[in-house]
Nanobody
Framework: QVQLVESGGGLVQAGGSLRLSCASS????????LGWYRQAPGKQRDMVAA???????NYADSVKDRFTISRDNAKSTVYLQMNSLKPEDTAVYYC???????????????WGQGTQVTVST
């Protein structure tokens, strides 16, 4: 079984910073793309940032130059450093992993349970 566990969310004032972490565990043979998504109340879930196994990154326009995604392959962990936070960044943040389980040949998407980020004015 595969698990993605996020941590690091919370309440922060506008202009502040938070660092999210997402650790993958279980019978995993390989992890390809890792990403962070967010969903605000009444809105769809949108991609925030993603990073490939080779280290290439992609960001939503709204977070460029403020957020940084990184990964530690040895720890099967992906991070999201969020700086200069704004009230509109308030959402539940979900970790996503495209991975292959041990003994299986197909790639599948897995999601974490989400962590709340609230930015106050």
């Amino acid at each position: 079984q595969v698990q993605l566990v996020e941590s690091g969310g919370g309440l922060v004032q506008a202009g502040g910073s938070l660092r999210l972490s997402c650790a993958s565990s279980g019978s995993i043979s390989s992890i390809n793309r890792l990403g962070w998504y967010r969903q605000a109340p009444g809105k769809q879930r949108d991609m925030v940032a993603a990073i490939t196994s080779g280290g290439s990154t992609n960001y939503a326009d709204s977070v460029k130059d403020r957020f940084t995604i990184s990964r530690d392959n040895a720890k099967s962990t992906v991070y999201l450093q969020m700086n200069s936070l704004k009230p509109e960044d308030t959402a539940v943040y979900y970790c996503n992993a495209l991975l292959r389980r041990s003994g299986f040949g197909d790639w599948r998407n897995y999601w974490g349970q989400g962590t709340q980020v609230t930015v106050s004015t």
